[in-house]
């Protein structure tokens, strides 16, 4: 049954963000950030009850905070970790977490985490699959679970449909939100040979929350989503294209490896109000659960 739901799921446009690491824990409790909001990768912070849990709660408590999970394993045939889903509970409602995002991908099988973003075949009975899961997430989470579209170096022959029409259908099936992340299109566009422009003509924007960038690395034969350096210029310009057809979702910087001081990676992220004139850098500050 069709979804409908208002743009953006109600959720808040946060402006610019940039996701949170160990080693600027100290800047930015220290310093003003220009950004509006931090994303903390959920896996680090479940599991952990010691400095890295008690600097999360002092900083949530003066910016907005995001959670992108890598272990949720949405296509996985495994069964479902309930304890996991109610621990992305628990984080969100400590933190005051915006929303909940994972990747749609698979992470394992037979209870190995291969600690890797899988890629998903493209057919009617993993889509029936992925959604049904969606739904039993969502139903923990009492609220909408955001889905990232993923890179992708390898394609499935028993795929039947494209990836932006599987991600599209996922949208309307279940109500769920899109995390787009514009490197990966210009990763998985280079990988595979599509253009993506025909990506974005599919984009179900009334349920884009959140924008990502990145850095990547090119190999010349394929590229690697790596996460270890400045965007460039034509992942800016694909955002440049999907920012404004989804009235302004949030956009976030990911830096991951090789990682510089906290002023290199906020510079680099704040580079987006060069490209998008209209976007903000540091909403006025609101409390860590009050609306936006």
Same mark, same amino acid.
């Given at each position: 049954?069709?979804?409908?739901?208002?743009?953006?799921?109600?959720?808040?446009?946060?402006?610019?963000?940039?996701?949170?690491?160990?080693?600027?824990? @100290?800047?930015?409790?220290?310093?003003?950030?220009?950004?509006?909001?931090?994303?903390?990768?959920?896996?680090?912070?479940?599991?952990?009850?010691?400095?890295?849990?008690?600097?999360?709660?002092?900083?949530?408590? +003066?910016?907005?905070?995001?959670?992108?999970?890598?272990?949720?394993?949405?296509g996985s045939t495994a069964p479902l970790d309930r304890t996991y889903v109610k621990n992305l509970?628990?984080?969100?409602?400590?933190?005051?977490?915006?929303?909940? /995002?994972?990747?749609?991908?698979?992470?394992?099988?037979?209870?190995?985490? #291969?600690?890797?973003?899988?890629?998903?075949?493209?057919?009617?009975?993993?889509?029936?699959?992925?959604?049904?899961?969606? @739904? +039993?997430?969502?139903?923990?989470?009492?609220?909408?679970?955001?889905?990232?579209?993923?890179?992708?170096?390898?394609?499935?022959?028993? /795929?039947?449909?494209?990836?932006?029409?599987?991600?599209?259908?996922?949208?309307?099936?279940?109500?769920?939100?899109?995390?787009?992340?514009?490197?990966?299109?210009?990763?998985?566009?280079?990988?595979?040979?599509?253009?993506?422009?025909?990506?974005?003509?599919?984009?179900?924007?009334?349920?884009?929350?959140?924008?990502?960038?990145?850095?990547?690395?090119?190999?010349?034969?394929?590229?690697?989503? #790596?996460?270890?350096?400045?965007?460039?210029?034509?992942?800016?310009?694909?955002?440049?294209?999907?920012?404004? @057809?989804?009235?302004?979702?949030?956009?976030?910087?990911?830096?991951?490896?090789?990682?510089?001081?906290?002023?290199?990676?906020?510079?680099?992220?704040? @580079?987006?109000?060069?490209?998008?004139?209209?976007?903000?850098?540091?909403?006025?500050?609101?409390?860590?659960?009050?609306?936006?």
């Open positions: 049954m069709k979804t409908t739901s208002k743009p953006r799921l109600g959720l808040p446009d946060l402006g610019i963000g940039v996701g949170l690491r160990t080693q600027h824990y @100290r800047e930015i409790l220290d310093g003003a950030p220009r950004v509006g909001f931090f994303e903390i990768i959920s896996d680090n912070y479940m599991e952990s009850s010691g400095r890295p849990l008690e600097f999360l709660d002092r900083i949530a408590e +003066r910016h907005p905070i995001v959670m992108h999970g890598v272990s949720l394993s949405i509970k628990k984080l969100r409602d400590r933190v005051h977490a915006r929303w909940v /995002s994972d990747h749609l991908c698979w992470t394992g099988i037979a209870g190995r985490n #291969t600690h890797d973003l899988l890629p998903m075949p493209y057919t009617t009975d993993a889509l029936r699959h992925v959604c049904e899961r969606i @739904r +039993r997430v969502q139903d923990v989470l009492e609220a909408p679970l955001i889905i990232e579209n993923p890179s992708t170096y390898v394609g499935f022959a028993a /795929s039947t449909m494209t990836e932006w029409e599987f991600i599209a259908a996922m949208c309307d099936r279940t109500g769920c939100g899109l995390l787009l992340d514009v490197n990966n299109i210009f990763v998985s566009a280079r990988n595979h040979g599509f253009a993506p422009d025909d990506y974005l003509a599919a984009v179900p924007w009334e349920r884009v929350v959140q924008f990502h960038v990145a850095g990547h690395s090119d190999e010349g034969t394929h590229i690697v989503d #790596t996460h270890d350096g400045p965007v460039i210029d034509p992942v800016w310009d694909i955002l440049a294209k999907a920012w404004p @057809r989804a009235r302004g979702a949030s956009v976030l910087l990911e830096w991951d490896a090789k990682i510089p001081a906290f002023a290199e990676v906020e510079r680099e992220a704040l @580079r987006a109000r060069d490209i998008l004139p209209h976007i903000h850098s540091n909403r006025q500050r609101v409390r860590a659960g009050g609306a936006a």
